[in-house]
């Protein structure tokens, strides 16, 4: 990483986002096909919102659970992304050098940060995985 690599060099821009409306069960199908393990979740078009594999998990019911398949199936449907995801979301710019966004990762304890242009429009997502990748002299995948 040198001291001028801006976010926007090694930035996963092919995002995929969810709605609040998207049920817990199909934001998990996402993560499992897609690979990754948060999902921005935007309303009309504005960031409101990110979901990782653990608040997903944390909303799945226990292996203790007294319920049967089919009530824990008809529960976990009617769940949605918007119930379980974090409002507050730390976000970096484009312009952003890379340090400064991976300083905050560790600040904040985070493995990414969604990524806004200037004007405000979500526009990728930066993780630490992007960040060893540059350290490492390795090519951006997204």
């Known amino acids: 990483m040198t001291s001028t690599t801006r976010v926007a060099d090694v930035m996963t821009r092919n995002l995929v986002t969810v709605d609040p409306s998207t049920t817990v069960p199909e934001a998990v199908q996402l993560m499992k096909n897609g690979g990754f393990r948060r999902l921005p979740v935007r309303r009309e078009g504005r960031l409101v919102g990110i979901v990782t594999d653990r608040d997903l998990k944390e909303a799945m019911p226990s292996q203790a659970t007294s319920l ?3 009530e824990i199936t008809y529960l976990l449907a009617k769940l949605h992304v ?3 995801m974090s409002r507050s979301v ?3 710019t484009d312009t952003a050098l890379l340090s400064d966004a991976a300083y905050t990762m560790l600040k904040h304890r985070v493995g990414g940060l969604p990524v806004v242009n ?3 429009e979500l526009v990728g997502i930066v ?3 992007d960040v060893l990748r540059d350290y490492v002299g390795l090519p951006v995948l997204g």
Request: proline letters at 0%.
């Open 90 to 92: 730390i976000t970096t």
């Open 68 to 70: 049967s398949i089919w």
């Open 127 to 129: 993780t630490v995985t």
């Open 82 to 84: 918007g119930e379980v």
């Open 118 to 120: 200037g004007s405000g």
